[in-house]
């Protein structure tokens, strides 16, 4: 190489180092086993985040509460379906995270076995009901619902933890007498048949006197990442948009990367597709803030969480500005 080239080469070099330095990274983490790994996989299988210019590590984890704690640690900077329970109980101890939206809706039913004897969410009382882990949004929700609604105090029944997978196996084999499980697990097991006592939206409804649904996940950003990276937040969002709309659009697409990703049959697969509107949500609209609030308190009521929700735990700004980017 002449002497000339060398420089160019260097010279070329050197303009590239700003721009990789400048390059927004985003490390993100998700439940694996949960509701949100459909999200998860289409937003990893669809490169959304890469087309708005971001580099996204993905992290996944096998507990619902792992991704805020990996929040609080530093070790992500945005959670894209972070338990609404955990995420307001941390936030109101301080802790410098922030929910930029609404991403999963609490799309769950109350159900026994066809053939049980219990025929109303009252009925529950000293009977063993499945749920989330304690800390999940799950958790919280049908606890405020049991207590608020049918009087039901956490020493008047007995809780059991699980995911949705293993309550289904323990409702099967009558190891419990009722179960909260997500409209997608029911849509899985076609061949069992269950009887409802109640959903979730319903009873939100009647214990909040407000249309609308109660929250189960939220997009949590750290607030240094999001200070450090103020157009790369908005960029985050859009990207979620981007895949919620995608998901709305192709369902087919959806079952597609369920298969692949989650080892799902392609009839598993479809059925979880077709619930893909009624379950995730990407919006930070005032009804969804005025609603987030109005469930702090609730969780509150019952003990879930403690403290006060500060005035900046609910930051919209990265929504707003997302609209203006197509």
């Known amino acids: 190489m002449t002497r000339i080239g060398a420089l160019l080469a260097c010279a070329l070099f050197a303009a590239a ?3 990789r330095a400048q390059a927004q990274s985003v ?9 949100s790994l459909g999200f998860g996989a289409v937003l990893e299988a669809g490169q959304f985040m890469e087309k708005q210019g971001l580099t996204p590590e993905y992290v996944k984890f096998p507990d619902v509460n792992a991704p805020t704690k990996a929040m609080a640690a530093g070790a992500i900077d945005f959670a894209i379906a972070a338990s609404a329970g955990t995420s ?39 009977k ?31 809780a059991v933890p699980g ?51 109660p929250v189960l996940g939220v997009g949590l950003m750290r607030n240094a990442w999001m200070a450090q990276n103020p157009e790369g937040a908005a960029k985050v969002v859009v990207a979620m948009r981007k895949a919620f709309e995608y998901g709305k659009a192709d369902k087919p697409g959806v079952a ?23 379950i995730y949500t990407v919006s930070l609209e005032p009804a969804d803030i005025a609603s987030l609030k ?33």
Request: no cysteine.
């Open 128 to 158: 063993k009901i499945g749920t989330s882990p304690a800390g999940s949004g799950t958790a919280a929700i049908a606890a405020a619902i049991l207590e608020g609604n049918h009087g039901l105090k956490p020493a008047d029944y007995q």
């Open 27 to 35: 490390r993100i983490g998700y439940w694996s086993s949960g509701i």
């Open 294 to 326: 109005r469930e702090f308190e609730v969780f509150k009521a019952v003990g879930a969480v403690q403290g006060s929700l500060p005035e900046g735990a609910l930051v919209p700004a990265p929504y707003e500005q997302s609209k203006a980017i197509p």
């Open 88 to 126: 307001l109980s941390v936030i109101a101890d301080g802790l410098p995270l922030s929910i930029v939206l609404a991403t999963q809706v609490a799309d769950l039913d109350f159900v026994v076995p066809a053939d049980s004897p219990i025929r109303s969410i009252a009925d529950l009382k000293s």
């Open 163 to 213: 995911n949705d997978s293993r309550l289904a196996q323990f409702l099967i084999q009558k190891d419990i007498d009722a179960a909260a499980l997500r409209t997608v697990t029911l849509a899985l097991l076609p061949d069992f048949k269950m009887r409802r006592l109640g959903t979730f939206r319903e009873e939100w409804r009647r214990l909040t006197q407000q249309d609308a649904p």
């Open 17 to 19: 180092l700003p721009a």
């Open 256 to 278: 597609t990367i369920l298969m692949a990703s989650a080892n799902l049959s392609a009839t598993d697969a479809a059925a979880y597709a077709a619930l893909w509107d009624g």
